[in-house]
């Protein structure tokens, strides 16, 4: 166990539907970040918040957006949602505003399918 | 412009043997980091390496080390002794430090690996 949780670990939706993924980033950890993964595009940056605050965007689309409450769990919620959004989505968390040199944790990921 | 760069999409290595997995980098950043992460087939990611830009040695952790080659803008994993366990999709990260922020990691398209009984 990483440490960050993230839930559901399995979704199934049908396309135009909207989406909510859940991130409990781990104990301390302030920053949380998130990442695509899909077959085509890889691995892709998505948005990072740290300490309730959006630090920096990355290949987000616009039919998603996130945020991070008080208690610092994050949800990323994904709309209008198309075959193409079919992905594994990860969570990450450190303590700090960056990276350290020992990575950051990784939860176990969500895998959604749009059908 | 990829900025990581895995040419390698899949490879097999024979049981106890080394294997190095390929990775090039693009920055005009002087100051950057170099991750290798391993996702087995259950899909986590796993950190195992670090390698600063500013680094003299080259990283090793175990039974992994990085070839970190600063003026080609390579920084190859090597595994030794590869176990059954090692099989995994191996992915080179680099941090990036646009828009102020040092968390985001760009990620290679990975490298396949399949070690041999």
């Known amino acids: 166990d990483s440490g960050v949780t993230q839930t559901p670990k399995h979704l199934i939706t049908a396309t135009g539907q909207r989406v909510t993924l859940r991130c409990s980033p781990r104990?301390?950890?302030?920053?949380v970040y998130w990442y695509q993964q899909s077959l085509d595009q890889g691995l892709q940056f998505l948005i990072q918040?740290?300490?309730?605050?959006?630090?920096a965007k990355g290949n987000i689309l616009e039919r998603f957006s996130a945020q991070q409450f008080p208690d610092l769990h994050s949800e990323l919620n994904l709309s209008s949602l198309e075959l193409g959004d079919s992905a594994l989505y990860f969570c990450?968390?450190?303590?700090?505003?960056?990276?350290?040199?020992?990575?950051?944790?990784f939860g176990s990921g969500t895998r959604l399918t749009v059908v | 412009a990829q900025k990581i760069t895995q040419t390698q999409p899949g490879m097999f290595v024979q049981e106890k043997e080394a294997v190095t997995l390929d990775c090039t980098y693009d920055t005009s950043d002087p100051s950057y980091g170099l991750f290798w992460y391993k996702q087995p087939s259950s899909g986590e990611m796993i950190f195992l390496i670090y390698q600063g830009s500013y680094d003299q040695q080259n990283a090793t952790e175990g039974r992994y080390s990085l070839n970190f080659q600063k003026a080609r803008k390579s920084a190859n994993l090597v595994i030794s002794a590869s176990q059954l366990g090692d099989s995994a999709m191996y992915f080179c990260?680099?941090?990036?430090?646009?828009?102020?922020?040092?968390?985001?990691?760009?990620f290679g398209k990975g490298t396949k690996l399949s070690v041999k009984p």
């Open positions: 104990s301390g950890d302030l920053s």
């Open positions: 990260a680099m941090r990036e430090y646009e828009g102020g922020s040092q968390g985001n990691l760009i």
């Open positions: 990450a968390s450190s303590v700090e505003d960056r990276i350290a040199n020992y990575g950051y944790t």
């Open positions: 918040y740290y300490n309730g605050e959006e630090r």
